[in-house]
């Protein structure tokens, strides 16, 4: 499985988004949320998401197998 890094400035992709919209800019992570925006959404516009819906490149999900996410800790 491919390692997942999620800190400020990384562009990433959500699980199911469509190929036409742009990849989201990660804003900051806390415990189990990211909040992400869009490079064209003004500066107070923005998504909180939880982590186990960003999408991880090369990773082969069947619906038997699971996932598990390392902690994330904000680093100031």
């Given at each position: 499985m491919p390692?997942?890094?999620l800190r400020c400035?990384?562009?990433i992709r959500l699980k199911g988004q469509p190929?036409?919209?742009p990849d989201f800019v990660v804003l900051q992570c806390r415990g189990?949320?990211?909040w992400i925006r869009q490079q064209?959404?003004?500066p107070h516009v923005?998504?909180?998401v939880k982590v186990t819906?960003?999408?991880i490149p090369g990773a082969a999900i069947s619906f038997k197998s699971r996932i598990s996410l390392p902690n994330l800790i904000?680093?100031?």
């Open positions: 390692a997942l890094t400035g990384k562009f190929h036409d919209l189990d949320r990211c064209s959404w003004g923005q998504l909180q819906q960003v999408e904000l680093v100031d």
